[in-house]
């Protein structure tokens, strides 16, 4: 009996913790006149889910089946297991240079895990950024958001809509990383559309000597053409500016019967 209900306890402290906390560490920038009333919705929204590092505790104790890792920890789908002998959960950009530093053999970060391929595997340090969820600020001039790498659409778009903003496109998949979804090419609908990674104006990476590096596409334009959909190969991804336009709505049609 106690050996469910004491995980289950310290699933339900972090859970509430997690919502505070990303809620009170998210700085809007740039013009923004419903500071108050925007924390308390965006609270509200955060507590609504369950953070991926709650996700990811929950299956490092159900399922500890890797006989050479430190914790147990599969992809979306449950048919590929990660073999990484460390994992860690960095919170912020210096967590993350710490880890790169201070880790032996090669290191590899993972999103949210939907891919069924082992590009993200490794026998040695694994950083995962379901923690690194945050909103960072949002520049009304410019029509920007800059998120962590972590953050998932679920978490961004919530907020761009009570700020009255939208991204041009997103995939079907909103429970993909920001980060994850622009380094593998994911894309949304239209011969018109342009992939998630076309979005992105700026990102912030940590290097594999440990050393952050920012790009914008305005100074670094042939670096961001390469890093884009980089599939991790520059390094770990820690931060994105996305370019956003103003709120539209959209119109469905469902078909129920071919003619």
């Known amino acids: 009996m106690?050996?469910?209900?004491?995980?289950?306890?310290?699933?339900?402290?972090?859970?509430?913790?997690?919502?505070?906390?990303?809620a009170s560490r998210m700085v809007p920038t740039g013009s923004f006149s419903k500071k108050s009333s925007f924390n308390a919705d965006f609270s509200n929204a955060v507590k609504s889910k369950l953070s991926?590092?709650?996700?990811?505790?929950?299956?490092?104790?159900?399922?500890?089946?890797?006989?050479?890792?430190?914790?147990?920890?599969?992809n979306w789908g449950g048919n590929f297991q990660f073999q990484a002998k460390h994992i860690e959960y960095p919170r912020s950009t210096q967590e993350v240079v710490n880890i790169v530093k201070n880790s032996l053999g090669k290191v590899r970060a993972v999103g949210n895990r939907h891919s069924f391929s082992t590009i993200a595997d490794t026998t040695d340090?694994?950083?995962?950024?379901?923690?690194?969820?945050?909103?960072?600020?949002?520049n009304t001039d410019d029509l920007t958001i800059t998120v962590q790498a972590g953050a998932k659409?679920?978490?961004?778009m919530p907020f761009l809509e009570f700020?009255?903003?939208a991204l041009p496109a997103q995939s079907s998949l909103a429970e993909i990383s920001i980060?994850?979804?622009?380094?593998?090419g994911a894309?949304?609908?239209?011969?018109?559309?342009?992939?998630?990674?076309?979005q992105v104006v700026g990102m912030q990476m940590v290097l594999a000597n440990g050393t952050v590096a920012n790009f914008t596409r305005k100074n670094d334009k042939q670096m961001m053409q390469a890093l884009g959909v980089?599939?991790?190969?520059?390094?770990?991804?820690?931060?994105?500016?996305?370019?956003?336009?103003?709120?539209?709505?959209?119109?469905?049609?469902?078909?129920?019967?071919?003619?």
């Open 153 to 156: 659409y679920t978490d961004v």
């Open 179 to 184: 980060a994850g979804a622009m380094s593998t």
């Open 125 to 138: 340090t694994l950083v995962s950024l379901s923690a690194m969820t945050s909103i960072l600020g949002v």
């Open 230 to 259: 980089g599939l991790g190969v520059g390094g770990i991804i820690t931060e994105v500016t996305l370019q956003t336009e103003p709120r539209y709505d959209m119109q469905t049609f469902v078909f129920q019967k071919w003619v």
């Open 52 to 74: 991926g590092s709650i996700k990811d505790l929950i299956n490092r104790w159900l399922n500890p089946t890797c006989k050479n890792c430190t914790a147990s920890l599969t």
């Open 163 to 165: 700020v009255t903003l």
């Open 2 to 22: 106690w050996k469910f209900a004491l995980p289950l306890l310290v699933v339900l402290l972090a859970f509430a913790h997690a919502g505070d906390d990303r």
């Open 187 to 198: 894309h949304g609908s239209g011969y018109t559309v342009q992939n998630l990674a076309s």
